[in-house]
T-cell receptor
Framework: DGGITQSPKYLFRKEGQNVTLSCEQNLNHDAMYWYRQDPGQGLRLIYYSQIVNDFQKGDIAEGYSVSREKKESFPLTVTSAQKNPTAFYLC????????????FGPGTRLTVL | GEDVEQSLFLSVREGDSSVINCTYTDSSSTYLYWYKQEPGAGLQLLTYIFSNMDMKQDQRLTVLLNKKDKHLSLRIADTQTGDSAIYFCASRGAQAAGNKLTFGGGTRVLVKP
């Protein structure tokens, strides 16, 4: 089955610790995205990558970092510099040559205690 | 920057039609999307409309676009209990770097039996 996987579904971390959220896709999509969702709010773009070894900041990149060493993978690290990291994180991918649709993963809910 | 606004909540009886409204500010928006999110899950694309269209129908879904007023609506005919979810409107501007989407805050639809 083709799709996007995010793991884990729930993640708990202590304040001050860095944490890395996984996003993998086997859709052969070039572009990948990380969004943050807070209750009652829409999705806000953290980072995106249009090609391997390249990525760009979105609207709320402060306190986050990413890497894109492989086409299939776009991990997001939430650093201790992120002031309010507790949120639902969604990864998406898109075939930049053909589709307008961004396909979303199931999300990871991060809770910082 | 771009902004997308939606009402927060809609309650509808099973079998009735639901209409979810959205306004956007970016006059260069080329594509406008409707996504559905069920509890604890990622986003599922329901439909999208290109900015040179007024209407798009897909089974129970009808999208209306008033480009002059920058108003988008999604009508769900014969609403079912399985349609209870959060619905997000999103726009993509012509100059959007990385094909970035701007999301509204979501409309929570509750279908009562």
């Amino acid at each position: 089955d083709g799709g996007i996987t995010q793991s884990p579904k729930y993640l708990f971390r202590k304040e001050g610790q860095n944490v890395t959220l996984s996003c993998e896709q086997n859709l052969n999509h070039d572009a990948m995205y990380w969004y943050r969702q807070d209750p009652g709010q829409g999705l806000r773009l953290i980072y995106y990558s249009q090609i391997v070894n390249d990525f760009q900041k979105g609207d709320i990149a402060e306190g986050y970092s990413v890497s894109r060493e492989k086409k299939e993978s776009f991990p997001l690290t939430v650093t201790s510099a992120q002031k309010n990291p507790t949120a639902f994180y969604l990864c998406a991918s898109r075939n930049s040559r053909a589709d307008n649709e961004q396909f979303f993963g199931p999300g990871t809910r991060l809770t910082v205690l | 920057g771009e902004d997308v606004e939606q009402s927060l909540f809609l309650s509808v009886r099973e079998g009735d039609s639901s209409v979810i409204n959205c306004t956007y500010t970016d006059s260069s928006s080329t594509y406008l999307y409707w996504y559905k999110q069920e509890p604890g899950a990622g986003l599922q694309l329901l439909t999208y409309i290109f900015s040179n269209m007024d209407m798009k129908q897909d089974q129970r879904l009808t999208v209306l676009l008033n480009k002059k007023d920058k108003h988008l609506s999604l009508r769900i005919a014969d609403t079912q209990t399985g349609d209870s979810a959060i619905y997000f409107c999103a726009s993509r501007g012509a100059q959007a770097a990385g094909n970035k989407l701007t999301f509204g805050g979501g409309t929570r639809v509750l279908v009562k039996p």
